[in-house]
């Protein structure tokens, strides 16, 4: 072969390898700032804790977050009932459920956004504080944050209005229980005396 032939076929081998790495590779991630914890809690109007239901049917948007239901074990901030419909940037599921599947729970800090008709975390993943029991997730001054946050606002555990019914339902019971065992009573009673009679 020709010289003139050999560079040639090797400039273009060089070119289109450049070409190749320099073509962005498709990566499914969001990326985000990270802000201060402080600033990420003054902006939440609901913080929670608990786990997302990722078995149940998410609510899409036309934003990058999807609302998922998400069962509150306790609430620190906000009036929010025994389950809300969280958002969640799609791309972090994966790892969620994961950390979930492990026993990780989350603090969310929630926000309203204009895209969105649920709740958010504030600024994606900012917003979602990994809690392993009671110890937080993060590294450096977010865990410390997030550790003094926690001791310093108790949280206060949802107690299910099914509990209050079912109490509430044994207290009837156990009134119409006594009232049956006070009639027979009487009843054994009066036919006592009737016999005698």
Do not use: C
């Given at each position: 072969?020709?010289r003139?032939?050999?560079?040639?076929?090797y400039?273009?081998?060089?070119?289109?390898?450049?070409?190749?790495y320099s073509?962005?590779?498709?990566?499914n991630?969001?990326?985000?700032?990270k802000?201060?914890?402080e600033?990420v809690?003054?902006r939440?109007?609901?913080?929670v804790?608990?786990s997302?239901?990722?078995n149940r049917?998410s609510e899409?948007?036309?934003?990058v977050?999807?609302?998922?239901?998400?069962?509150?074990?306790a609430v620190?901030r906000?009036?929010?009932g025994e389950?809300?419909?969280?958002g969640i940037?799609?791309?972090?599921?994966?790892?969620a459920?994961?950390?979930q599947?492990?026993?990780?729970?989350?603090m969310?800090l929630?926000e309203?956004i204009?895209?969105?008709d649920?709740?958010t975390?504030?600024?994606?993943a900012?917003g979602m504080?990994?809690?392993?029991?009671e110890?937080?997730?993060?590294d450096?001054?977010?865990k410390?944050?997030y550790?003094?946050?926690l001791?310093?606002?108790p949280?206060?555990t949802?107690?299910?209005?099914?509990s209050?019914e079912?109490a509430?339902?044994?207290?009837v019971?156990?009134?119409?229980?006594?009232?049956?065992?006070?009639?027979v009573?009487?009843?054994?009673?009066?036919s006592?005396?009737?016999?005698?009679?």
């Open positions: 072969m020709k003139g032939v050999v560079e040639m076929r400039f273009i081998g060089s070119l289109i390898v450049i070409l190749l073509l962005p590779l498709q990566v991630a969001t990326s985000y700032e802000i201060d914890p600033e809690v003054d939440a109007e609901v913080i804790i608990g997302y239901d990722f049917r899409v948007s036309e934003f977050f999807d609302g998922h239901p998400f069962k509150v074990d620190l906000g009036d929010v389950e809300i419909t969280a940037d799609r791309f972090d599921v994966s790892w459920k994961d950390f599947d492990e026993g990780g729970r989350f969310l929630l309203n204009p895209e969105a649920f709740l975390p504030v600024v994606a900012n504080v990994q809690l392993q029991g110890v937080v997730k993060e450096g001054k977010d410390d944050f550790t003094e946050l001791k310093e606002n949280p206060q949802k107690q299910s209005p099914k209050e079912s509430s339902f044994t207290s019971l156990f009134l119409v229980g006594v009232f049956n065992i006070g009639g009573f009487f009843l054994r009673r009066r006592h005396w009737a016999g005698r009679l």
